[in-house]
């Protein structure tokens, strides 16, 4: 089950990520859908990264029952932003950076393994009918 906290005044349709968190795990997620402004905020505060980005993931460190499999945030500024730039709707983009910062919780990680993510990503895609402009701009 997806925990939903918008903080924007954007509705968001979370069926389809219900969808693709079920098929990856069977814990909670906690999903937080903000603006540039305060991804930027978390960005700096965990990574010390002064700038928004489109997706960050906070992976539990412990596996407890009944504990969340993590925390994912998403800046709608960039759903946006990239929606448009590759011509696709705002919940496509959406679950596209939903597929990527879940993939992150389950200990994927694209910057140190040799295309794991990147290939999980594009079953996933396919799966769920989506755009392969992530795949496409990740390459």
Same mark, same amino acid.
């Given at each position: 089950m997806i925990e939903l906290e918008n903080n924007t005044d954007l509705q968001i349709d979370i069926a389809i990520l219900e969808k693709i968190a079920n098929s990856l795990s069977k814990k909670d997620i906690e999903l937080m859908v903000v603006k540039n402004d305060e991804i930027q905020?978390?960005?700096?505060?965990?990574?010390?990264?002064?700038?928004? /980005? $489109?997706?960050?993931?906070f992976p539990m460190d412990f596996d407890f029952p009944n504990m969340p499999l993590g925390s994912i945030v998403i800046? /709608? $500024?960039f759903v946006d932003e990239k929606a448009k730039e590759y011509d696709h709707t705002f919940n496509e983009e959406f679950s596209l950076l939903f597929i990527h910062g879940i993939l992150h919780l389950l200990g994927y990680d694209h910057e140190v393994d040799n295309g794991e993510h990147r290939a999980k990503e594009e079953e996933l895609i396919k799966e769920f009918n989506l755009p392969d402009s992530l795949i496409?701009?990740?390459s």
């Open positions: 905020a978390l960005n700096k505060e965990h990574r010390n990264i002064d700038k928004a /980005t $489109d997706v960050l993931s800046s /709608t $500024d496409v701009r990740n």
